[in-house]
Nanobody, 127 residues
Framework: EVQLQASGGGLVQAGGSLRLSCAAS????????IGWFRQAPGKEREGVSC????????YYADSVKGRFTISSDNAKNTVYLQMNNLKPEDTAVYYC????????????????????WGIGTQVTVSS
């Protein structure tokens, strides 16, 4: 029943933009933190950005600060990741995940442990 459906990936040239969506169902959305993670070829999976559905707090990895923006629409159980000024190093499979969490988001790491993972969407940035 639990589903996290990521969409919006694609091919874009450096400097372009993409907007990813993560539609959640099967759990109480407001009780979870939602995060975006990515994994590039030959690299470990890393946290990109996370948001708390409880208080709206956000966290961004240093590599994407000022370029990416995470937001949520609780009525639609959907989290978005607006990605601007994309760089070739942003190329990766992007995954959304959810963790039961009622507090303030102060970090975003795969080592934290997520309860649910969705299927990734490919983002390719050409130079």
């Amino acid at each position: 029943e639990v589903q996290l459906q990521a969409s919006g990936g694609g091919l874009v040239q450096a400097g372009g933009s993409l907007r990813l969506s993560c539609a959640a169902s099967g759990f109480t959305f407001d009780d979870y933190a939602i995060g975006w993670f990515r994994q590039a070829p030959g690299k470990e999976r890393e946290g990109v950005s996370c948001i708390s559905s409880s208080d709206g707090s956000k966290y961004y990895a240093d590599s994407v600060k000022g370029r990416f923006t995470i937001s949520s629409d609780n009525a639609k159980n959907t989290v978005y990741l607006q990605m601007n000024n994309l760089k070739p190093e942003d190329t990766a499979v992007y995954y959304c995940a959810a963790q039961f969490y009622l507090g303030t988001v102060v970090a975003c790491t795969v080592d934290y442990g997520m309860d649910y993972w969705g299927i990734g969407t490919q983002v390719t940035v050409s130079s």
